[in-house]
C-alpha cells in the first residue's frame, strides 16, 4: 500500500516538474543559438582562456 502512494507521489511529481521547467525549456529553445556561441560550446578544444607569454 506505501508503495502504490509513493508511486502516485512521484508521478505527481514529475507532472509537476515537467509543467514548472516547460516555460524555461522554451526560453531556453529560443535563446539557444546566441547562448551557445557565447557560452562554454563557443570555446575551441584545448584552448584554455589564458594569454600565453611570448
Known amino acids: ?5 509513493a508511486d502516485v507521489l512521484r508521478q ?6 515537467t509543467v514548472v521547467t ?3 525549456r ?7 543559438g546566441a547562448s551557445r556561441s ?3 560550446g563557443g570555446r575551441r578544444p584545448g584552448h584554455t582562456g589564458r ?3 611570448v
Open 1 to 5: 500500500m506505501f508503495r502504490a502512494i
Open 22 to 24: 516547460l516555460p524555461f
Open 38 to 40: 557565447a557560452g562554454r
Open 51 to 53: 594569454a600565453s607569454r
Open 26 to 32: 522554451a526560453l531556453a529553445r529560443l535563446f539557444g
Open 12 to 17: 505527481i511529481g514529475a507532472a509537476l516538474a
